[in-house]
C-alpha cells in the first residue's frame, strides 16, 4: 500500500481541500438517497432507519455522511473489523463485505446490516463506502427478531460475521441465499441488501471520480487534514471545558444503577464505564463499540463543536470499559434492546455534565427509541407484516426555549415517523390517533416538549406486539428547578374494555380490534415554573396544550392571563 | 454385460458407502458423530436415485437422494462443477429432517461428465436458535430452531467459501465442535469421490453407469416380486398419539404397486411435531423394506412405492413450520403403517416396540473445563415379541438400525455429568407367548447448576401393540428427582433447569407381547425368573397356573 503522502498537506490548496470535503459529504447524501429510493421496506424508504459515510483506507471516519447519527458511527469501527479479518487477503475492486453482529464490527444488534466496499485504485484501497439499514426480519426466536426476552445472541437471528457477500463484483449466491431463507420476510430482505449494494457501489463511482480528478495524493492528503482539523476544533473546545473528574450514578427502570465518571483534562475526555453492572441476562446490553458511540455523541453535544463529524473530533476521547458488564458484554450475549442501554448511557453522561457546562445542555427529554414492534398476516394480503418503529417525543426545555414536542430522540436524527396512509397500506391495521400527550410533567421556565399519543387497531387474530422503553420509571431530568418529565408506555386496550400497562413487553398477542394505545414521555422543564413568561402560558392554554387550571396550580398566581 | 463385473461394481459402492462412514466417524469431533454415529452415508446416481444405501441411521441413509434432488433443483445442473460441495439442513431445501442434521454432497465427474453423488448426513450439536441444543418442543417457526441452510454450495471447485464457513461457524454454540464435524463430512464425501473415481478409471464410465443402472432395475424386480407375494388389498388405521391428535393410513397392496395415503390427516402441528413430506417418504421406504422382506433398498427398489400426503398437514408441512420433532412424528407414522399391516402379513411383523427415538439433551456448564457441553441421544428399549421369539431388549428404535449408546465413560468425561444407572428396565408389560424386549432404566446425575434437560418421547400414554392375545408394552417416560426427595415425571419438556446431584431417570418401555401369555413354553418363563427379569409372583399372575 503506498505511504499516505502526509508531508505534501502542508501544500495542500485549502479550496481545493474544501471542495473534497465537500464531496465526501455529498457523497455519503447521494448514498443514502439511493439506499432510500430502492429500499423495499418502509422501515428504510419512510422511517429512514438507516445510515451512510465514508471513511478512509484504514476505516477512520472521514465523512459522517446521512441518516442516523449513532447509525453513522458504527460504520467506521465495521470498516476497521472488515479490515482486521480480511486485511491480510487483500482487497478486490468490487468486493462488498456484510456483518451485522455486534461482535464483528456490527456494533448495534443483529436487525442492523452493515454493507462495506473497498473503494481502490489499482490494487490499493484509497477509502471505504459503507451503509448500514434496519431489516425488518432476520430470524430468530420472535418475528421482528427484536427480543427483550433473548438470554443469547443465538435467538436474535442470524449472525453475519464480516464476511464476503461480493467478490470482484462476482455475488456469492450462497451467502445472498442464507440472508434470504433465514428472514421471515425474505422479498423484503432480498430487496433491502441489494438497495444497500447499490449505495455503496455508487459511493465507490464517486470516490473514484473525486480520486481521478483532483488526483491520488491531493485526494487523500484532503481526507487527512480534514480530520486534522477535526482534532484541533475538538481540542480548541476542550480547552474551554471544565477541568476535573465528574461523576454520576442513576438508578434505571430495571432496578439496576448505571455508573459514569468522566475526566476532562488539558488534552483528554476519559469516559470511564468500568464500574457497572454485570451484563445483563437477557438483551439489555451494548456492545463496547456501541458504548463508545454513546460517548461520541455526548463528547459532540458537550464541546459544542458542531457540523459533520470525522475520526479526528474524537481523537482527544478515550472510553474505558470493563469486560462482562452491560456495556462491553461478552461475545454470546443477547442485544437486542442495545438501542436503549445505549441511549441510556448517551443521557447519563449528559445529565453528568449538564450542570457543569454553563448553559449549553438541556434538561432531560423523554430518550428512549420507544423501540415498538407490530406484526401478523395483513388482512388484505394474507402476507406476514412487521412494523419496527421508533417513537417521537418530547425534548426537555433549555435555557433560551422550551423543549421541541413530538421529535425523535437525539439518537435519531434524520429519521421520520412513518405517515399513517403508509402504515395503514403496507401493515393493515389501523391508525386511529396521532396527537400530543397532554399529560402533566416538564412545566419550568422553559417546559419540556409534548410526547405523543399514538393509537394502532390491529385487524387480524393473532398479532404480536413487544416493545422496550425506558424512562418509564425514572422520568426525564429537570435543570434548575423545572418539573420532571412525563413517562414513556403503552397501554393495550382490549375489545371488553380491559387494558394493561406495558414498558417492555415481548411477544403479547393482540387481536382484531384491540388498540395500542403508546405515550411517549414530556420532556423536563428548565428553570422554576414560577418564573415562566405569562405570554407563553397563554400561548400554551390557547393552543389547548395546557388546561388553565393545572396552570395555575403549577405555573402560580400570575398564570391566570 | 459380464454379471460378475456388475456385481462387483455394485458391491464396492457399498465398500465405498462403508469407507466414507468409517471416515466421517473416525474425523468427526462430538461423540453424537463418533460414538452414538447418529450419521448416514451414501451414493447416488447423476439424478439422484439411491445406488448404494452406505451406512448408518436407515432413516438418514433414507434422506440423501433427496437432498440430491433438491441440490439439482435449487442450483441448476450448470452451477454445479467437479470439486463443488453443496450442504443442506432444511427440510424444505432436501435437508428432510431438522436443522440439527447437516447434509453435505458432492458430484462425481468423470471426463466431464456427471456421475454420481457422494453425501453424507450427520446431526450437529447445535446449530443456534432459541434453546441450546436447537431442538425444541417449544418451536412454533423453524426460524426459531437454528440457522437455516438452504442446499447451497459450501465448497467451490475446491475452494471453500469462506463467507458461508464462517457464517455457519459462528451461528453455532459449540463452533469447534460444528467446523470440525463439518470437515471430516467434507473428507467423506471427498473420499467417497476419490473412490468412485478409482472405480470408473478401472471399468470405464460406460460399465460403471450400466452397473448403476442395472442394480436399480434388479431392486425393482425383487421388489415386485415381493408385492406380488403379498395380500393384495386396501387397508386402513387411524390411531390416537399421545398428544390427543388421531393419525390414519389407509395402505393399498397391488401386484404392481404399494400406495399409501396420507392425506386424511391433521393440519399441520403449530409446535414442532411436523414432518417433511421427503421425511415421510423415508418412513414409508422403510415401512415397504420391512413389508417386502427383501433387502435392497435403492432408487430402483422404492418404484413400486407410492405415497399421497396433503401439502399443509403434519405429514406435508409447508414453510415456516416448526421442524425440531419431526422424528417422533416419522416414527409414528411408520409404527402406524407396520401396525395397519401387520395382522395381514401372517406373522411377518413383530408386534410393537417401544417405538420412539426418545431424543434425550442435557447440556450446561461442565464442571471441570467451563466449556458449554450438550448431550445430544437417542435411547434404547424393548422391541416387539415375534411369531417366533421375544422382542430384542435394550436396542435402538426401526428408525436408528446402526447406531450405539454413548459409552458411560465417554458421557462422564465428555459432558461432565454421572451416569449412575444403565439397566434393563423390569416393570410389567408386554407378556406373551414371546414377550417383548426390556426397555432400559438409565440415571444421569448432574454435576453443576444451571443444566437444561428437553425431552420428547411419545408412546408414553399410547403404549406398545400387542398381536394375538399378546399384552401391551410400557410407557417411555422420564423422572426428574431433585435433591428434596421431590420427583416429576415428564415426556415432553423443554429446557427443564436441573441442578447440581438433580437425577434424570430415563425409562424406556416394553416391547409388546405377542400370543396369549398362558401358552408361553415355561423353560422361558423359568429362565426369566432365573435372570431376575420376572417376579415369580407376577409371573404367576400373568403367565397363569402352569408357571414353574
Excluded at chain 1, 275 to 285: F, K, L, T, V
Excluded at chain 1, 498 to 508: D, G, H, I
Excluded at chain 2, 218 to 231: C, H
Aim: proline share 6%; charged share 20%; with cysteine.
Amino acid at each position: 500500500m503506498r505511504p499516505a503522502p502526509t508531508g505534501a498537506r502542508g501544500a495542500l490548496d485549502p479550496i481545493t481541500a474544501e471542495i473534497i470535503q465537500s464531496s465526501l459529504q455529498a457523497i455519503g447524501d447521494e448514498m443514502f438517497a439511493v439506499l432510500r429510493k430502492t429500499a423495499m421496506s418502509a422501515i428504510i424508504y419512510e422511517v429512514l432507519d438507516a445510515g451512510t459515510a465514508i471513511t478512509d483506507r484504514d476505516g477512520k471516519l472521514a465523512s459522517a455522511g446521512a441518516g442516523i447519527p449513532t447509525f453513522v458511527a458504527v460504520l467506521d469501527k465495521a470498516v476497521r473489523r472488515i479490515i482486521e479479518l480480511h486485511g491480510a487477503d487483500g482487497f478486490h475492486p468490487g468486493d462488498v463485505f456484510v456483518t451485522n453482529d455486534p461482535f464483528y464490527g456490527g456494533v448495534t444488534h443483529l436487525n442492523d446490516v452493515v454493507l462495506a466496499q473497498p473503494v481502490m485504485q489499482g490494487a490499493d484501497v484509497i477509502a471505504w463506502a459503507a451503509t448500514i439499514a434496519h431489516f425488518n426480519d432476520v430470524g430468530g426466536m420472535t418475528p421482528g427478531s427484536v427480543s427483550s426476552d433473548a438470554t443469547e445472541i443465538f435467538q436474535e437471528g442470524i449472525r453475519l460475521p464480516a464476511v464476503k457477500l461480493i467478490d470482484a463484483g462476482e455475488p456469492i449466491r450462497s451467502v445472498f441465499e442464507l440472508i434470504r431463507v433465514n428472514s421471515r420476510l425474505p422479498d423484503f430482505v432480498h430487496g433491502d441488501l441489494w438497495a444497500e449494494i447499490a449505495a455503496v457501489r455508487l459511493g465507490e463511482r464517486r470516490l473514484l471520480e473525486l480520486a481521478d480528478k483532483y488526483g491520488i495524493d491531493t485526494f487523500l492528503a484532503s481526507m487527512g487534514s480534514l480530520m486534522d482539523h477535526g482534532e484541533q476544533v475538538m481540542r480548541r473546545a476542550l480547552t474551554r471545558l471544565p477541568k476535573g473528574r465528574f461523576k454520576l450514578d442513576e438508578p434505571q427502570d430495571d432496578g439496576s444503577i448505571y455508573r459514569v465518571a468522566i475526566e476532562i483534562t488539558d488534552d483528554e475526555f476519559i469516559v470511564d464505564l468500568r464500574d457497572n453492572p454485570p451484563q445483563n441476562e437477557r438483551s439489555a446490553n451494548v456492545s463496547r463499540d456501541g458504548a463508545v458511540i454513546a460517548a461520541q455523541i455526548a463528547l459532540m453535544n458537550v464541546s459544542g463543536v458542531t457540523g459533520s463529524a470525522n475520526a479526528g473530533h474524537f481523537a482527544p476521547l478515550r472510553v474505558l470499559t470493563q469486560p462482562g458488564t452491560v456495556f462491553d458484554p461478552s461475545p454470546e450475549a443477547a442485544c437486542s434492546i442495545y438501542y436503549e442501554i445505549r441511549i441510556r448511557l448517551s443521557d447519563t453522561i449528559l445529565r453528568c455534565m449538564a450542570p457543569h457546562v454553563g448553559e449549553r445542555l438541556p434538561a432531560g427529554g423523554f430518550a428512549s427509541i420507544g423501540g415498538t414492534f407490530i406484526g401478523g398476516r395483513h388482512p388484505d394480503t394474507g402476507r406476514y407484516f412487521t412494523i419496527v418503529e421508533p417513537q417521537l417525543g418530547g425534548w426537555g426545555g433549555s435555557t433560551h426555549r422550551d423543549g421541541n414536542s413530538a421529535m425523535f430522540s437525539h439518537f435519531h436524527g434524520e429519521t421520520f415517523n412513518c405517515p399513517a396512509e403508509i402504515a395503514e397500506a403496507r401493515y393493515g391495521l389501523y391508525v386511529d390517533r396521532l396527537e400530543l400527550n397532554l399529560e402533566p410533567g416538564g412545566e419550568g421556565r422553559h417546559r419540556g416538549g409534548h410526547g405523543i399519543l399514538l393509537e394502532y387497531r390491529v385487524r387480524t387474530d393473532g398479532c404480536f406486539f413487544t416493545c422496550a422503553y425506558t424512562r418509564s420509571k425514572h422520568l426525564p431530568w429537570p435543570m434548575h428547578g423545572g418539573q420532571q418529565g412525563s413517562p414513556n408506555y403503552v397501554e393495550v386496550i382490549r375489545t371488553d374494555g380491559t387494558s394493561e400497562r406495558f414498558s417492555v413487553v415481548t411477544a403479547l398477542t393482540v387481536n382484531t380490534d384491540d388498540v395500542i394505545r403508546i405515550h411517549t414521555g414530556n420532556g423536563a422543564g428548565y428553570g422554576n415554573p414560577h418564573e415562566r413568561d405569562p405570554t407563553l402560558i397563554a400561548n400554551d392554554i390557547r393552543n389547548g396544550l395546557l388546561d388553565p387550571e393545572h396552570a395555575a396550580k403549577i405555573y402560580g398566581p400570575h398564570a391566570a392571563v | 454385460m459380464d454379471r460378475i463385473t456388475l456385481e462387483i461394481i455394485q458391491e464396492s459402492l457399498h465398500a465405498t458407502s462403508d469407507e466414507m462412514f468409517a471416515a466421517y466417524r473416525k474425523t468427526a469431533m462430538s461423540a453424537i458423530i463418533y460414538e452414538v454415529l447418529d450419521m448416514g452415508t451414501g451414493i447416488t446416481d447423476a439424478a439422484g436415485n439411491l445406488a448404494a444405501s452406505g451406512a448408518g441411521i436407515p432413516g438418514f441413509v433414507g434422506v440423501l437422494d433427496k437432498s440430491v434432488k433438491r441440490v439439482i433443483e435449487v442450483n441448476g445442473l450448470d452451477a454445479i462443477h467437479p470439486g463443488d460441495v453443496f450442504v443442506t439442513n432444511d427440510p424444505f431445501y432436501g435437508g428432510v429432517t431438522h436443522l440439527n442434521d447437516v447434509v453435505l454432497t458432492l458430484p462425481v465427474f468423470a471426463g466431464g461428465r456427471l456421475v454420481a453423488w457422494t453425501a453424507t448426513i450427520a446431526h450437529f450439536n447445535d446449530v443456534g436458535g432459541t434453546v441450546p441444543g436447537s431442538v425444541s418442543n417449544e418451536g412454533t417457526e423453524i426460524f426459531q430452531e437454528g440457522l437455516r441452510i438452504p442446499a447451497i454450495k459450501l465448497i467451490d471447485r475446491g475452494e471453500p467459501i469462506g463467507s458461508v464457513l464462517d457464517i455457519m461457524r459462528v451461528n453455532s454454540r459449540l463452533p469447534d465442535y460444528y467446523t470440525g464435524d463439518l470437515w471430516a463430512g467434507i473428507a467423506a464425501v471427498r473420499l467417497g469421490e476419490r473412490r468412485l473415481l478409482e472405480l470408473v478409471d478401472k471399468y470405464g464410465v460406460d460399465v460403471f453407469l450400466t452397473a448403476v443402472s442395472s442394480f436399480m432395475d434388479y431392486g425393482e424386480q425383487a421388489a415386485r416380486r415381493a408385492l406380488a407375494a403379498l395380500p393384495a388389498g386396501r387397508y386402513e388405521l387411524t390411531e390416537e398419539q399421545d398428544n390427543g391428535t388421531i393419525y390414519s393410513v389407509s395402505i393399498e397392496i397391488s401386484p404392481d404397486r404399494l400406495l399409501v395415503d396420507l392425506r386424511n390427516n391433521p393440519d399441520q402441528d403449530s409446535g414442532p411435531n411436523n414432518a417433511s413430506r421427503d421425511g415421510v417418504m423415508v418412513a414409508a421406504q422403510m415401512m415397504f423394506m420391512n413389508v417386502t422382506g427383501i433387502d435392497i433398498a435403492n432408487g430402483g427398489s422404492f418404484r413400486p412405492l407410492e405415497v399421497l400426503t396433503r401439502p399443509g398437514s403434519v405429514f406435508h408441512a409447508q414453510e415456516p413450520a416448526a421442524m425440531a420433532i419431526y422424528y417422533e412424528v416419522e416414527i409414528r407414522i411408520y409404527d402406524v403403517m407396520l401396525r395397519c399391516l401387520a395382522p395381514h402379513l401372517d406373522t411377518r411383523l413383530p408386534a410393537g416396540g417401544f417405538q420412539s427415538i426418545c431424543g434425550t439433551f442435557i447440556g450446561g456448564r461442565h464442571p471441570d473445563t467451563g466449556r458449554h457441553f450438550t448431550i445430544v441421544e437417542p435411547e434404547i428399549g424393548g422391541w416387539g415379541a415375534a411369531a417366533d421369539r421375544d422382542g430384542n431388549d435394550a436396542i435402538f428404535s426401526g428408525f436408528h438400525g446402526e447406531t450405539f449408546n454413548c459409552p458411560a465413560e465417554i458421557a462422564e468425561a465428555r459432558y461432565g455429568l454421572y451416569v449412575d444407572r444403565l439397566e434393563l428396565n423390569l416393570e410389567p408389560g408386554g407378556e406373551g407367548r414371546h414377550r417383548g424386549g426390556h426397555g432400559i432404566l438409565l440415571e444421569y446425575r448432574v454435576r453443576t447448576d444451571g443444566c437444561f434437560f428437553t425431552c420428547a418421547y411419545t408412546r408414553s400414554k399410547h403404549l406398545p401393540w400387542p398381536m394375538h392375545g399378546g399384552q401391551q408394552g410400557s410407557p417411555n417416560y422420564v423422572e426428574v428427582i431433585r435433591t428434596d426427595g421431590t420427583s416429576e415425571r415428564f415426556s415432553v419438556v423443554t429446557a427443564l433447569t436441573v441442578n447440581t446431584d438433580d437425577v434424570i431417570r430415563i425409562h424406556t418401555g416394553n416391547g409388546a407381547g405377542y400370543g396369549n401369555p398362558h401358552e408361553r413354553d415355561p423353560t422361558l418363563i423359568a429362565n426369566d425368573i432365573r435372570n431376575g427379569l420376572l417376579d415369580p409372583e407376577h409371573a404367576a399372575k400373568i403367565y397363569g397356573p402352569h408357571t414353574p
